[in-house]
């Protein structure tokens, strides 16, 4: 089990490796579109810090939502998924695998990108690390929870607006608590809570979303 | 065989629907140890939705699949481990050579068969000399080469189940891919398969299931 999951991770890691380009258009949305909001709505450092981590969050949930949906998508069009279903070992085994290479090459890399846009948005260096934290642990729950969506809505027309449909409801508590640390912390409140319902939302995240995703895939390949 | 008279699969009074059309309706099949069984019929008779059946992707509208005598549905594990699938889709990635692609569709698999094994495999069915070139870059049958490298290299699998396995092959590799087959039946596995090509393959025992008889 535990070499099942190492080498559909590597096997994905690698494929991602010769397509760089398509890594790369994720991060260029994402630093795109957070860049648009001080040129928007104007470059008073007050205001920007209060929007900061909401924006930040927004950019990301969306970024995700653009790419979670090409998951299984070349898989699907050569027939490896078939073969994946077809497989002694667990399917949900095999999507875990698949959406912990997918957060390492989407998700992570958000997060590293974070103190960069915190920069343009003129928050302290401890509001920087609250919003970088809430992404670090907050972005593998929005991959977690996409991977269903993508297996959801996998081979279907339009499938790219009803994945925003059936997702985007279920990133908004994320996006509460997440972006709700950095200003709870400029308040003076404790942000304990905020990270310990985050770590929740990824632990349920973790034990549900692969099963869920395993048998929306089993179906749609019937 | 001792095993030749235990039925590998079984299916009883199965039929197919697609959409609304009926593909096929009380189909009943026995397979064993070391037989070969071509399934015919015109194309949109429902070939590639008994394989589908047969390996578990699809379910059927009604009817009944047994492994080793017991419901495949019970014995799901054992089932799938006993099979081997190529549809017609290769499963074969652009960005992988010959050997990558080998590798990761035995490891998806769940397949432990060893490098040296597989890059025999590669270089039996004739790609010796492109084993170090990224798939997109091979020719169909090139590429279809690549997937059915995964039979030559199997040795766990009890029921090949092939979907039009000769399509875009050479005579060459027509040549060694029934004689993998043959070779298969003769170790004492099974093998189903549709083919529009007339290919002789060397079995004791063969049946021929026209999906036309049941529409």
């Known amino acids: ?174 996006l509460i608590f997440g972006a709700g640390a950095v200003d709870a912390w400029r308040a003076g409140l404790g942000v304990q809570s905020h990270f310990a319902l985050l770590g929740a939302c990824l632990l349920v995240a973790l034990a549900v979303c692969p099963l869920a995703s395993a048998a929306a895939l089993r179906i749609a390949q019937d | 065989m001792s095993g030749s008279t235990a039925s590998l699969i079984e299916v009883r009074a199965l039929s197919c629907v697609r959409g609304s059309a009926r593909l096929f309706s009380g189909l009943d099949l026995i397979l064993g140890a070391g037989e070969l069984m071509h399934v015919a019929g015109a194309n949109g008779s429902g070939k590639t939705s008994l394989l589908r059946i047969l390996c578990g992707l699809s379910e059927p509208a009604s009817g009944e699949v047994r492994w080793r005598g017991a419901p495949a549905a019970s014995v799901r594990d054992d089932w799938r481990s006993g099979l081997l699938y190529l549809g017609h889709r290769n499963a074969v990635k652009d960005d992988f050579t010959p050997l990558e692609n080998l590798r990761a569709s035995a490891a998806i698999a769940g397949d432990t068969t060893p490098g040296d094994v597989l890059l025999r495999a590669l270089v039996d069915i ?40 000769f399509t875009a092959l050479d005579t060459g590799a027509v040549a060694v891919l029934s004689r993998a087959m043959a070779a298969h039946l003769a170790r004492g596995g099974a093998i189903v398969y549709t083919t529009h090509q007339p290919v002789d393959i060397n079995a004791a025992r063969r049946q021929t299931l026209n999906l036309d008889d049941f529409s």
């Open chain 1, 1 to 174: 089990m535990i070499g099942v999951f190492l080498s559909v991770m590597r096997r994905d890691l690698l494929l991602a490796w010769r397509r760089r380009s398509d890594m790369l258009t994720t991060l260029g949305f994402f630093l795109l579109v957070t860049s648009l909001f001080p040129l928007g709505v104007g470059p008073e450092p007050e205001q920007l810090s209060h929007i900061a981590s909401g924006v930040m969050w927004v950019a990301a949930l969306l970024a995700t939502l653009l790419s979670v949906q090409r998951l299984f998508e070349s898989d699907e069009a050569d027939g490896t998924l078939e073969q994946m279903l077809l497989s002694v070992e667990p399917l949900a085994v095999i999507v875990l695998a698949k959406v912990c290479a997918y957060w390492l090459l989407t998700g992570l890399p958000l997060v590293v990108m974070a103190p960069l846009i915190a920069l343009q948005f003129n928050l302290t260096p401890d509001e920087t690390l609250i919003a970088c934290a809430t992404l670090l642990i907050g972005s593998p729950t929005l991959s977690l929870l996409g991977a269903v969506g993508a297996s959801l809505t996998l081979g279907l027309r339009g499938g790219g607006a009803l994945i925003a449909l059936l997702v985007l409801p279920l990133y908004a508590p994320l």
């Open chain 2, 126 to 165: 004739g790609l010796g000399a492109r084993l170090d070139v990224p798939a997109r870059s091979l020719s169909q049958g090139q590429r279809r080469r690549v997937a059915l490298a995964r039979l030559l290299a199997d040795t766990r699998s009890a029921l090949w189940i092939l979907d039009e396995p």
